[in-house]
């Protein structure tokens, strides 16, 4: 597993607020309407935000919504908030104001990352091709880290991400810029692969578990988290 925080390139979660309904925190949402996917990350940082400022389930009216049908009501005025990710995310901005990112979030207890899961067989079985991928994956971000300015709409690189996420490329650097890439020596630390990770699991897991998605909870979320290869090819 390898973890990465906060969000995904070109799918930034992001609280955005129009900008004519007088919301500039999310206290300010309390009365308010906002809708993200369900039993999404967006979901898990929106109520764990929601509930940081105070604010209960009737405090603020929650709407279930696909991206799709999140782009139709906000162009409608039906919501004052979102919290989305690209493309719709990149709409949301031509006429609102971001008051809080899953970044922000981040930094107050529930982080959501990207991360590699692999079969327990198959890894054990293919360790030289675990390390060899956790290599190459490093490498990638090495080079967008000290290199950023090439990575522009015009780029190969951001016309992938474009044509893989369905995002607008000129949204792309700007999301790619939220978005923190681990080295591997900080991947193996107990902030992520040394235990963070596994405390992460753990809180998701609660929350589905209040969702009713998921039947109970294990007694250890340690054993799902893997840092063997991070820290091998870290050598």
């Not at 300010?28 to 509930?51: D, R």
Request: hydrophobic share 40%; with cysteine.
């Amino acid at each position: 597993m390898r973890g990465r925080p906060s969000s995904r390139p070109t799918t930034h979660r992001t609280r955005k607020a129009c900008n004519d309904s007088g919301v500039n925190d999310i206290a300010g949402l309390k009365g308010k309407t906002v809708a993200t996917p369900f039993v999404s990350t967006t979901h898990y940082q929106l109520m764990f935000a929601l509930k940081q400022a105070g604010l209960g389930p009737s405090d603020v009216k929650v709407l279930n919504m696909r991206p799709p049908e999140v782009a139709a009501a906000w162009e409608r005025g039906d919501i004052d908030a979102t919290f989305i990710w690209d493309p719709v995310l990149s709409k949301a901005k031509a006429s609102g104001k971001v008051i809080a990112s899953a970044a922000d979030i981040a930094k107050e207890g529930r982080a959501t990352f990207d991360g590699v899961v692999v079969d327990r067989a198959f890894a054990e079985a293919n360790k030289d091709f675990m390390v060899k991928l956790v290599k190459l994956l490093a490498d990638a971000d090495k080079r967008y880290q000290t290199d950023k300015a090439k990575w522009t709409p015009d780029s190969d690189e951001v016309k992938a991400v474009a044509k893989w996420t369905g995002a607008d490329p000129k949204s792309v650097p700007q999301g790619l810029a939220a978005y923190r890439f681990l080295p591997l020596e900080q991947q193996a630390s107990a902030e992520w692969l040394g235990g963070g990770a596994a405390t992460a699991l753990k809180q998701t897991a609660e929350f589905l578990k209040e969702q009713g998605k998921v039947p109970g909870l294990a007694p250890d979320y340690g054993k799902f988290v893997n840092p063997e290869f991070v820290k091998e090819a870290g050598r």
